[in-house]
Structure formats: C-alpha cells, structure tokens
C-alpha cells in the first residue's frame, strides 16, 4: 500500500477509539468472484469492509467458502451490518450472530429498510434497534436518512458514527442533497460517513469535500467495468476531496477576477 496514497497519520479517522489511515470504507457484494472482490478492495486501499451477515458466509456455511479467507480479520476490520433486514428484532438478531461469529466483535452497521423499493430507513425503527444495541455494548454505526433531526438523535443515544444516504442504495445518482448533509456534518460531534448512492469518483470527492469524515460504498465499485480500477479511482477521490477540504477552498464569484496581480503595473 502507498503511503503517499492514504491520508496523513494526524489527520486519521477515529471510529470508536481505533485509527484509520483510509476515509473509504467498502462492501463486499456484487462482485463477480472472491478474487474480485479481493482485488478491488486491495486497490481501494480501504481498512473498513462491510459485510451483510444475511447474505454472505463468515462461517455460518462451514460447507461453503468463508469470505474471511479472501478479507483475513488480521488484515481488515470487519463491519457487519444488517442490510435486509426490515424489522427492528430482524436487525438484532443479526447483530447477535456477527458478534458470535466474530468472537464477541462489537463494531456493526445498522441498517433497518422501511420500503423494498427505495430501500430508505425506516427511522423509528431503527431508533429503537439502535437503542437496544448500545446498551447491549455494542458500538453502532447506522444507516440513516439525510434528515438532520434524525442524524442528531442517533449521535446522542450513542452511536459512534451516523451514515446518511446520499441517494438510494444502488441508485449512483451522487449526493442528491448536499445542504442536508452539510447541516448534519456541521451539527456532529461523532464521524459522519456518506452511505449509499455514490456513482463515480466525482460523487465520492463532493462527500469529502462538504466535510464528511468518510464514504462507504459498494455498488460503484462492484457495478464498474473495471471494479479493480474504479477502486483505485475511489481512493484517490476520497484523499482528493479530503485534501481540498482541508485547503479551503476560494470563495465563489458572479464575475471574473484577474488570476494575475494588475495593481502598480506602469500602463
């Protein structure tokens, strides 16, 4: 992995008290084989993969292949998330079976889905899961809409990081609200990472850029021609919208200004 490639060690994000050098977390769905997968997530140069305990073996299958033979826990930190799951009892029960199956791991993703169509989150019930996991000790990130109201609510009861949709799942339509987002960056005191709806490089540098902590995305990837080199495109864009963020960039104007200094010139 570059160095070079990865953001700067003081400038890390923290997620429940652990350090990473990479702002891109990834899924690991859609692709077409485990080399795939494995290939385009080395290319990502993410540390954060998610993994959908429904519909993917981590050992629940000993008769099938284990995922975390291609993504070793040793390597990466495993997120498990509770993507399909529809009721608030549905999402725990997966969470209960990630922290069997992961030898008592406590970090998950919380998603709990209100419409099949749209996959938006169903807020109430994702309040009440996520309410019922923090107590239980497990430290929650979640899924939510790019409603502020919503966002705040869930940092307040103790989730160590909140995910507003940029767009639907799947959808690659980009950040379909940006001054929501932004509200929610400004009012946060906990990592806020853009989860779903991200297309192309592009999208992934706008999240950066109005200040998220993070991206998680899968569907761009894994949906590319070339998922290998999409991921790569992803890494940079991440590091690049960081980078300008930080920079600040120049204020907008109605009308030209002159990029050469004019003033004092003898004509």
Excluded: W
């Excluded at 995910?163 to 990592?191: C, D, F, W």
């Amino acid at each position: 992995m570059n160095a070079q490639l990865q953001t700067q060690p003081n400038d890390a994000l923290v997620i429940a008290g652990k350090s990473y050098a990479s702002r891109l977390l990834v899924g690991t769905g859609k692709y077409k084989d485990p080399d795939e997968t494995r290939r385009a997530i080395e290319a990502s140069g993410a540390q954060i993969v998610t993994v959908a305990i429904r519909r993917t073996n981590i050992g629940q299958d000993k008769s099938q292949p284990n995922l975390l033979d291609v993504l070793p826990p040793a390597r990466y930190t495993i997120l498990p998330n509770t993507a399909g799951c529809y009721t608030a009892e549905d999402a725990l029960r997966t969470c209960r079976l990630a922290r069997e199956l992961l030898d008592g791991h406590a970090l998950v993703k919380l998603e709990v889905l209100g419409d099949p169509k749209t996959l938006y989150p169903d807020i109430p019930a994702t309040l009440k899961a996520a309410e019922t996991l923090i107590r239980e000790g497990f430290q929650v990130m979640v899924y939510t809409s790019d409603d502020p109201i919503a966002a705040k609510r869930l940092e307040e009861m103790g989730c160590v990081a909140v995910m507003p949709l940029a767009a639907p799942i799947g959808s690659g339509l980009g950040i379909q609200n940006r001054y929501n987002v932004l509200t929610i960056v400004e009012n946060a005191k906990v990592p806020i990472l853009v989860d779903a709806g991200v297309g192309t490089a592009s999208d992934a540098a706008i999240a950066m850029e109005l200040g998220c902590d993070g991206v998680l995305m899968n569907t761009a990837i894994a949906e590319a021609k070339d998922p290998v080199r999409m991921a790569g495109a992803m890494r940079h864009a991440i590091i690049a919208g960081r980078e300008a963020f930080l920079a600040g960039r120049m204020p907008r104007r109605r009308f030209a200004s002159a990029s050469s200094p004019v003033s004092g010139l003898p004509f």
